[in-house]
């Protein structure tokens, strides 16, 4: 008998994955959370029944969100990572020697359990010693704080569930003020193919543009998740990643299996009709 | 103690339905057939329970079986006698009760802070109101509580009068000294009857205020859709028969309740009394929770005040209700109705209402943590993203003015249109409000002030939702024709 499992990428389409076995269910306080083995992706995390990473395709996705921002100012001391329960960002983030302290704020404590035990190497940075996590809400976790960090990443769910209040403009606010004159926030951003993703990505951006000076979108190619195209959010007071000399960061001779400084310069180029989206909001 | 799993409205609704019955009654909708987008928006089972009254449903005009076994459960749960489902809202209870006290030309005395309902009640009855004024609050600009003092005084004033009428809790949540004046007023032989709109939680966790009715009012209403979570415009006149008989107030809400009463709403109140009585205790405990935690992390914030019972002046305070998040905002130099519209506008958050000083966010047990903590996060970005010089905001009450006419007397009256810029001196023939909360800043009868005149103007400026006047624009006011 086959096994698959399946999540809607709109109400029309539907995406599906052949399963080997399943190798852990379990409801936290927040949310379902399930990890299979499957053929095409190896194991693969799901929460409430959406895949948040898989091994073979989740370099693409920790590659885009930590080496942009560390490219672009390689200078970064203070990290704050908001989500990023699997590890992944973290992992990418400790292969900087010159970062001193990386703060990981995660709702879900069972996700980093879990994924300490089922995705060994994506959370391999956790026992890093500049490390230091904290299970709450970071929405709380950076009201009133005011220029603590060099980078902001928000590595989070969609916007639909206990991710929604990570894409609220007092959130976002907040960011701001917790980020230092050369700070740089790194949102998930979601994508502009589907209209619900679309909608989310659009209100996404006017709230970040309207607190940045700037604040610009890039693009990646994501193989599981909804329509493959997918974007992160790049804000800052100060640094522009488009103009930034990335000579720096080609010297730290970092291995990475997606990212290149081609690929930084690239990833801004986005599709007209994403470039026309994005300027109506 | 009656068994409060027990829920004959809603079981008998639900047999109703199952039972598959062919509707050549109203409501034309017949559960929603051919109207596809009606269906859309509300799911089958919602459309299937949109029924009218009938034989195995009862009658909420003169009910004798499941709505009144489901009224005699509410009125256990809140310690009254008797209970009536309300469907029209809290704004009928309020004035079923007032026309179930007194009668043309009685006199009723009453907070100045009262809603407009009460004060239309009297419009409708024909009773003339005689004011206390409740203790003032100047630093969050509101009138809070009335202290027993005070309805001694009120009483002393007037003698002639056969009803007090009384608020609790304020919609800030300020609690009056209720239990002395009950008894005392009792004494007085004058009837209690309390607006409990923003008190319907109060019963079912022992860490909240007291009810009118546990002090042994003579009626209250509660609405269960503000605060116990019921659909909106479902509530109850709760009544105590030792003065006052069942048929009397019931033929007085029948004046004006609708004789096609939904089911939807009564059925909410039904299963919302379940609710409450089983499982309130442990949700409110949660809500007060949230209350608190949110209440220290804004007082953490420069500038902003999460107000609780030490914050007032214990003259106009006899307790308080944790679940109403009050926040004086004039610290980080902003009008409540500014960040009203900020968090509206700017943070996509609703709070219930945003005055001079003041917003308000309503804490129940539909509330969650992380919803909380957004609240929170976009109060800590104004206050980064706004703050100026405090406000120095002195309105030191609008509310001293004198009563010319009865309510009744000035809304029959001939009137004219008068620049509200010109209008001191003369008697208004219209309200003035601001909404919400819908409590008047001048009644029909009331003599203008030029105190009055620069409120309404500045409430203009700052664009507050000025609501009772003919003029849209808030330019002119009909005065009562000299």
Redesign the interface.
């Known amino acids: 008998m086959e096994n698959w499992i399946t999540e809607a990428h709109s109400d029309a389409v539907h995406f599906n994955v052949k399963v080997k076995e399943q190798l852990y269910h379990g409801q936290s306080k927040y949310q379902m959370i399930d990890i299979y083995d499957t053929y095409a992706f190896g194991r693969l995390l799901a929460l409430d029944g959406d895949i948040m990473i898989t091994e073979k395709d989740e370099f693409i996705y920790h590659d885009m969100i930590v080496h942009v921002p560390m490219a672009t100012n390689p200078d970064i001391k203070k990290v704050l990572v908001i989500g990023g329960g699997d590890g992944g960002t973290v992992r990418e983030l400790t292969r900087y020697k010159t970062i001193e302290q990386i703060d990981m704020v995660e709702l879900d404590e069972q996700v980093v359990n879990v994924c300490r035990d089922y995705f060994k190497d994506v959370a391999s940075g956790f026992d890093d010693p500049r490390v230091h996590l904290y299970f709450e809400d970071g929405v709380s976790f950076v009201s009133g704080l005011k220029e603590v960090y060099d980078l902001i990443i928000v590595d989070s769910t969609d916007p639909f569930g206990p991710g929604e209040g990570l894409f609220s403009k007092g959130f976002y606010e907040n960011c701001f003020y917790a980020l230092k004159e050369d700070g740089i926030l790194i949102n998930q951003h979601e994508s502009p193919y589907y209209e619900n993703d679309a909608y989310e990505m659009k209100r996404s951006h006017a709230n970040i543009k309207r607190t940045f000076d700037i604040a610009k979108v890039y693009q990646f190619h994501m193989p599981t998740y909804p329509s493959g195209h997918w974007l992160f959010g790049f804000a800052s007071k100060t640094m522009d990643p488009e103009t930034v000399d990335l000579s720096t960061w080609e010297a730290l001779d970092i291995k990475t299996k997606y990212y290149n400084t081609k690929i930084h310069k690239g990833a801004f180029a986005l599709p007209t009709y994403v470039v026309n989206m994005l300027e109506e909001v | 103690m009656l068994d409060h799993n027990k829920t004959p409205l809603y079981d008998a609704l639900r047999k109703h339905i199952e039972s598959r019955v062919i509707p050549f009654d109203v409501p034309g909708h017949k559960q929603g057939h051919g109207n596809e987008e009606l269906q859309k928006l509300f799911p089958k089972s919602v459309l299937e329970a949109d029924v009218n009254s009938m034989k195995s449903l009862d009658f909420l005009g003169n009910p004798i079986s499941v709505i009144k076994e489901a009224e005699d459960l509410l009125a256990d749960a809140y310690l009254s006698d008797e209970s009536f489902f309300i469907v029209n809202g809290t704004t009928q209870a309020v004035q079923a009760m007032l026309m179930s006290a007194v009668n043309e030309g009685d006199t009723v005395i009453l907070p100045r802070n009262v809603h407009k309902s009460a004060i239309n009640a009297m419009i409708l009855c024909g009773a003339k109101p005689h004011y206390m004024y409740p203790h003032f609050e100047a630093k969050f600009g509101m009138t809070i509580g009335v202290s027993l003092e005070e309805v001694k005084k009120a009483i002393e004033e007037a003698p002639e009068a056969k009803a007090i009428f009384l608020i609790n809790p304020t919609y800030y949540g300020v609690i009056s000294e209720l239990k002395a004046i009950i008894e005392y007023a009792q004494c007085q032989g004058l009837l209690v009857i309390v607006d409990e709109a923003h008190g319907a939680h109060f019963p079912f966790h022992k860490e909240l205020p007291k009810t009118a009715m546990a002090y042994g009012a003579d009626m209250a209403a509660v609405s269960l859709h503000k605060t116990g979570g019921s659909l909106t415009q479902s509530s109850a006149l709760l009544l105590n028969t030792r003065k006052i008989e069942r048929d009397h107030v019931k033929t007085i809400v029948n004046l004006t309740q609708s004789t096609s009463a939904s089911y939807l709403l009564m059925t909410s109140l039904d299963l919302t009394r379940k609710f409450l009585m089983t499982q309130g205790e442990k949700n409110l405990e949660m809500v007060l929770e949230l209350a608190r935690n949110a209440r220290d992390?804004i007082n953490?914030?420069d500038g902003l005040i999460a107000f609780s019972a030490k914050d007032f002046n214990p003259e106009g305070c006899y307790g308080f209700d944790e679940t109403k998040l009050g926040v004086c905002v004039t610290g980080i130099g902003l009008t409540g109705i500014h960040v009203y519209d900020l968090l509206r506008d700017?943070?996509?958050i609703q709070v219930e209402m945003g005055d001079s000083h003041n917003i308000l966010a309503i804490f129940s047990v539909g509330d969650t943590?992380?919803?909380v903590?957004?609240l929170?996060?976009?109060?800590?970005?104004?206050a980064?993203?706004y703050k100026r010089e405090p406000l120095d905001l002195k309105f030191n009450s609008f509310n001293a003015t004198a009563v010319a006419y009865s309510p009744r007397e000035a809304f029959y009256k001939e009137k004219e249109r008068i620049l509200i810029t010109e209008s001191a001196g003369r008697v208004s023939g219209e309200f003035v409000m601001i909404y919400p909360p819908g409590i008047p800043i001048l009644a029909p009868g009331e003599l203008i002030t030029e105190e009055i005149c620069a409120y309404i103007e500045l409430l203009k400026r700052e664009k507050g939702s000025i609501s009772g006047l003919k003029d849209n624009n808030v330019e002119y006011l009909y005065c009562i024709k000299e």
């Open positions: 992390k953490a914030i700017e943070y996509n943590e992380k919803r903590n957004q929170v996060s976009a109060l800590s970005a104004i980064q993203k």
